[in-house]
């Protein structure tokens, strides 16, 4: 069986050069080719061709050439143009070779296409535990854009649950919205896009951003040695560009360990931030959203620290109720609905979270 060689042309497009280290951490053969007289990607590939301009007349020659003379087998072009041009040229000229990739018109679109019909597909369905007070729902273009930019935003938060914060915060008091535990910030643009959307009030993120506070240890285990790929340090960083964009004076941070969030909330202060400037907490906490450390001790703590803070009629949201690496959050999340029975007029769990509201 013949060796595949692949050919990325234009050898510089982005999407070019993740498609390269794919091929690279395969092990496969690849040349990149362009038609720019100067290409600074072309150090990046171990083989290289020089191509026209797919509209030169000499295009179809100059490539028939260079697929013979590099045994090339397929062709890799995030360009629309060029692969229009390909996929109807090469059936007649290179039979043998095709296409590595499908449409890049369709791959640009299907991200908000697909955005699209989630939030179709949202506003279709009714929920149950919102009360005839409930503001209107999000109209579809502004949910539709919250689904993308949620999805280019890495972490863990699952669209059964992000369907249920869109829902909730429609029927929430106004007040502090605090999130304990945000990593690179996904649930938190999510939150901070629905505070802003419902007036609620600004969202706070508590999170130590720190290598020593990822181990949750027991069954957890194996999730720590992957945590140990990652650098918190990064990861803030990587919060502050996702955040950024989208905040008005609405989002600030505490950047230390829970309960040490906790005590600073409770005085009152002006929390200063280099990126988001001066905010001052008011106190009530509207929405309480738990996804720290993992351990029942910490998801204890993380509870046992914040839910005294939330107004009547809030909401708590335990993440991970449902976790296939351990019970700490099931565990501390059930003792608070038992504990605390007298306080709560509902409780369900969607997706992976578990969802509490207070009695008004």
């Not at 503001?135 to 992000?162: Q, V």
């Not at 309960?259 to 202060?269: I, Q, S, V």
Request: aromatic content about 10%.
């Amino acid at each position: 069986m013949a060796t595949k060689r692949t050919l990325i042309f234009p050898a510089g497009m982005p999407r070019s050069l993740a498609y390269l280290e794919a091929c690279l951490r395969e092990g496969k053969d690849v040349i990149g080719a362009s038609s720019l007289d100067f290409d600074p990607t072309r150090e990046r590939y171990a083989a290289w061709a020089q191509l026209p301009f797919v509209n030169a007349q000499d295009f179809d020659a100059a490539l028939i050439a260079l697929l013979e003379r590099e045994h090339i087998t397929e062709i890799f072009t995030p360009n629309p143009v060029i692969w229009h041009h390909l996929q109807g040229r090469l059936p007649r000229v290179a039979p043998t070779v095709t296409l590595a990739n499908a449409s890049p018109a369709q791959h640009e679109m299907e991200p908000y296409r697909a955005a699209r019909s989630k939030a179709e597909q949202h506003l279709a369905d009714s929920y149950a535990v919102l009360s005839g007070d409930a503001k209107p729902p999000m109209e579809i273009g502004a949910l539709a854009a919250l689904y993308r930019h949620a999805e280019t935003i890495p972490g863990m938060c699952d669209h059964l649950k992000l369907r249920a914060l869109c829902e909730i915060t429609r029927d929430c008091p106004q007040g502090d919205l605090v999130e304990i535990g945000s990593w690179w910030g996904k649930s938190a643009f999510i939150l901070l896009r629905l505070a802003q959307t419902y007036g609620i009030g600004r969202l706070y993120c508590v999170d130590p951003w720190s290598d020593a506070h990822l181990v949750q240890g027991g069954a957890a285990s194996v999730v720590d040695l992957v945590s140990t790929q990652y650098s918190a340090e990064e990861a803030f960083q990587v919060f502050l560009l996702n955040l950024r964009p989208y905040t008005n004076g609405d989002l600030n941070y505490l950047r230390c360990p829970s309960a040490d969030g906790a005590t600073r909330y409770r005085t009152g202060n002006i929390i200063t931030t280099a990126e988001f400037g001066n905010t001052r907490p008011v106190g009530a906490i509207a929405l309480l959203h738990i996804d720290g450390n993992h351990s029942y001790a910490c998801a204890k703590e993380d509870i046992a620290s914040w839910a005294p803070a939330v107004a009547p009629g809030g909401w708590i949201i335990v993440d991970d109720y449902v976790w296939p690496f351990g019970d700490g959050p099931k565990r501390a999340g059930d003792e608070y609905l038992e504990a605390h029975a007298d306080r709560i007029a509902m409780s369900f769990v969607t997706g992976s979270a578990l969802f509490i509201r207070l009695r008004a």
